[in-house]
């Protein structure tokens, strides 16, 4: 079941990226990144964070999406016009790509041991209640990382009211 | 049902609640509307719909075959997959959102709880995530239409929902906080004890919260006073200006789905659901195991009627906002309020505890 879960809609992930950058219109590029927002927050669930999921849904899809979504249809961005591209970026593009999935997987494999492991719907089994441990370890542990961003974000806040400001 | 599994036996009788339960709600959503249209007449003194059927009350049957039997014009110009996509998004996502609602007390047929389709330990935040995902619908059919007229209406319904939901959000936190928990059914229980006086909204001094949600809620659904998505008088009709026949119908019922989401999220959430409003003093009354599945089923149905008529309520009484008052009455007055209620509640909340 977990399995089947898991095939599915990694599957759907992966589609819905690659018909993000096949597309011409910026608008169904954006909903392509939807579909693979909502995927992996499908497989988030299934691995048993079920706050990250619910926060994928409400912050990416239902938020961050739906600005981008429109801007668009603010902006009236029409289809783009194809090109060949920069020579450059195909000759460095697919070996530092792939370099990168490399150098990632060789750490996460090398490093399992000290990261933690989960196996698809293993916590499903044994359901701890993962919104108290989410919250206990932000506000203790990572209290400081937690509060920083904050204010990076409130930075952002601003800089965005200053900018928007009309001068007087 | 010895030779089934129970894993076989739990698969059936989840179709067999999200058949049932989507067959209601699609017969409240249209028996709502005919609600709405006569208690707007009385108000209005007049009638309301009286013809089809003894007072009125075959009209819903009446309009769906007028809906269905309609032509569908599609307009040359638009967009075909997103405009085909977006009534469903619309549809789907307010149906969706009364998977996670628990409309009556925990009642177990072979192992399975009959008044719930599903014991989401999100379950809050499900309904959330699903009601932030619903605004796809209504973004895409403005844009998808090739009309102005949409697409500025569905701008309008972008925006509006999109400032709303921090409010939203914000005024449920007093609530889970009090419960200490997101699943609804611990929300239900922890108000349960003394009947009405544990409700949030009377025993936990959640007041505030409840008029923060219900105003939000109502900006969320574009229902009037904050209905500017479809003003008439500036926007012909909004965003569904483009759509016919089954198409306008979807978007119409997603309207009143989610009038309804909103009756049982205040109800589960302020209301102490599925419980009596007397508590436990008639429990000895009727004690049998059919009317101890039933009376709670009542009590929720009622609530959520009540809710329901406290919208039209609203449509008939107050006016319609200006787009600048609505953008500052929720992000200058409800958002700072929902932000103080929470502040008060985890104070109060620490004191205690």
Known sequence: MQLALFIIFGGLALAGALNLLFQRHPINSALSLVVVMMSLAVLYWSLGAEFLAAAQVIVYSGAIMVLFVFVIMLLNAGEEEKTHGS???YGA??????????????????????????????FLGNAVDNIAEVSATLFTKLLLPFEVTSILILVAILGAVVLARKEQ | MSHLTNFEVFLLLSVLKVAVVLVITLMCVAYTV?????????????????????????????????????EDLMPLAVERPLFLLAPMIALGCALISVSVVPFGAVTRVSGVDIFEVANVNIGLLV?????????????????????KYSLLGSLRSTAQVISYELALGLSLVGVVLRAQSLNLR???DSQSA???LSWNIFGGFQFVAFFIYMMAAYAETNRAPFDLPEAETELVAGYHLEYSSMKFAMFFMAEYANMITVGCVATLLFFGGATSMFGHVFDGFLNTRFFNAVFP???FVVKVFGFLALYIWVRATLPRFRYDQLMSFGWKFLLPLAMA??????????MRG
């Open chain 1, 87 to 89: 020579r450059a970026a």
């Open chain 1, 93 to 122: 593009g697919i070996p530092g790509a792939a370099a990168i999935f490399c150098l990632l997987s060789f750490v996460f494999l090398s490093e399992r041991d000290a990261l933690g492991k989960v196996s698809v719907g293993g």
């Open chain 2, 34 to 70: 005919l609600l709405e249209r006569k208690l707007l007449g009385r108000m209005q003194n007049r009638w309301g719909p009286s013809r089809v059927g003894p007072f009125g009350l075959l009209q819903p049957m009446v309009d769906g075959a007028k809906l269905f039997l309609k």
């Open chain 2, 127 to 147: 309904i959330l995530g699903i009601t932030s995902i619903g605004v796809y619908g209504i973004a895409l059919s403005g844009w998808s239409s090739n009309n």
């Open chain 2, 186 to 188: 611990t929300i239900v």
């Open chain 2, 194 to 196: 003394h009947g009405m």
């Open chain 2, 297 to 299: 089923v009542l009590w």
């Open chain 2, 341 to 350: 209620n929470i502040i008060v509640t985890s104070f109060v909340l620490a």
